[in-house]
Structures are given as structure tokens and as C-alpha cells.
């Protein structure tokens, strides 16, 4: 089955860091931009970061620019997210997701997500 | 930052038309996404660019998009079909990519 396994999730006292790793089975994840989204405890979905497929490119929403890092490595088949300066707010699960492609194009959309993982920020 | 606007909930009974909107600034020149999710699970894509329906979701999810607004359509809404709707699209640049606050869906 084509899925995204994400891990890595904590509980971590404010000021922190934490690395989430997720990992793609049964397709080749080097061919697909990805993306970490976020949802708080009882909130919605939030959009913090994407890569592209050779990694080269990336970018951040605005609450986690300077604290988080994405990263990939295609030959582990997986892609990561380095968090630093853990916040109370950061507390969410997070999950990976990958853009769609259908034939050679990106569609933008977020087609295969992981189940999630839960970071928790607290003292 | 860029933001989009959806209404908190919609409520209609089994059997008639949901509709869920979504505004943003740069909804004429950027595709809108939408998708479901249910308690305590990740979330599904259910309209693709606009319009498109990927494979597996049933005929009654249909998008539009007019101007500003997006609108996800369920034609004879089901009881499974309850649960969050959160639409998604980019700022001008196709940087920096969003999701509206959602709308919870309830059909009783």
C-alpha cells in the first residue's frame, strides 16, 4: 500500500528540539515534493514547510521560519523535520503529505498523508 | 499573511445540498483544494484544482470557483459525510501555501 509513516514524536520542555522522520513505502518519494502540516489540539490544519524533490528548494510558514528545518535524503526514501526552540505552541500531531503528481505534473494538492505524529511542548 | 475564510459550520439534513464556501484574495489566479477530515484521522483530498475529483470519491463532491470563492458542493449529503472541510490553496507567489480555518459539516 502506497503510505507515508511519520515519527519521532515527543513530549520535549520548551526550548527543545525534536526531528520527525517520515518515510515513504511502496513508492519512490525522491519523484515528490512534500510538505509538514500541523493541527493543534482541537484547532485546524496548519501548512508550516515544503520541500521539492531534489530538496533544493524549500519554504516556511512564518511561525516556525528560523526554529524549523526540512530535509530530505532520497536514498533513505524519507524526509525530515528538525524543530528547535520547541515552543508551548508548537504542541500538535504533525503530519507529512505529499503533492500529487499525475503524469508529469504537479497538481498542488496534498494526495497521500501519514497518520500523524504528536509532539507535545511542555514543562 | 495570506488568509482564507471559511464559515465555522453547515448543517443539513440526509438527502439535501451542502455547501461549503472558502474566499481568498488570490482564489482567481490560484487553484482551491479541499479536504475531509473525520475524528481522530489524517485528512483526505476530495476536490483537486477547482473542479477535479480524484478517483474514489463519490460523484455527489463537486468544486467551483467564481472570483474570490471557492465552493465545495455535496449533492444529497450522507451522515458519513459529516466532518471537518478545510479548503488549501497559495499566496501569489506559490511559495507559501494555506488552509482555511474549516467547516464542520453536520448532517442530521
Known amino acids: 500500500e502506497v503510505q507515508l509513516v511519520e515519527s519521532g514524536g515527543n513530549l520535549v520542555q520548551p526550548g527543545g528540539s525534536l526531528r520527525l522522520s517520515c518515510v515513504a513505502s511502496?513508492?519512490?518519494?525522491?519523484?515528490?515534493?512534500v510538505n509538514w502540516v500541523r493541527q493543534a489540539p482541537g484547532k485546524g490544519l496548519e501548512w508550516i514547510s515544503y520541500i521539492s524533490g531534489s530538496g533544493g528548494t524549500r519554504y516556511y510558514a512564518d511561525s516556525v521560519k528560523g526554529r524549523f528545518t526540512i530535509s530530505r535524503d532520497n536514498a533513505k526514501n524519507s524526509v525530515y523535520l528538525q524543530m528547535s526552540g520547541l515552543r508551548a505552541e508548537d504542541t500538535a500531531v504533525y503530519y507529512c503529505?505529499?503533492?500529487?503528481?499525475?503524469?508529469?505534473?504537479?497538481?498542488?494538492?496534498?494526495?497521500?498523508w501519514g497518520q500523524g505524529t504528536m509532539v507535545t511542548v511542555s514543562s | 499573511s495570506y488568509e482564507l475564510t471559511q464559515p465555522p459550520s453547515v448543517s443539513v439534513s440526509p438527502g439535501q445540498t451542502a455547501r461549503i464556501t472558502c474566499s481568498g484574495d488570490t482564489l482567481p489566479k490560484k487553484y482551491a483544494y479541499w479536504y475531509q477530515q473525520k475524528s481522530g484521522q489524517a485528512p483526505v483530498l476530495v476536490i483537486y484544482e477547482d473542479t477535479k475529483r480524484p478517483s474514489g470519491i463519490p460523484e455527489r463532491f463537486s468544486g467551483s470557483s467564481s472570483g474570490t470563492m471557492a465552493t465545495l458542493t455535496i449533492s444529497g449529503a450522507q451522515v458519513e459525510d459529516e466532518g471537518d472541510y478545510y479548503c488549501?490553496?497559495?499566496?501569489?507567489?506559490?511559495?507559501?501555501?494555506?488552509f482555511g480555518g474549516g467547516t464542520k459539516l453536520t448532517v442530521l
Open positions: 511502496e513508492f519512490v518519494l525522491s519523484g515528490y515534493e
Open positions: 488549501y490553496s497559495t499566496d501569489t507567489s506559490g511559495n507559501d501555501r494555506v
Open positions: 503529505a505529499r503533492d500529487q503528481m499525475i503524469g508529469a505534473s504537479h497538481t498542488g494538492a496534498l494526495d497521500i
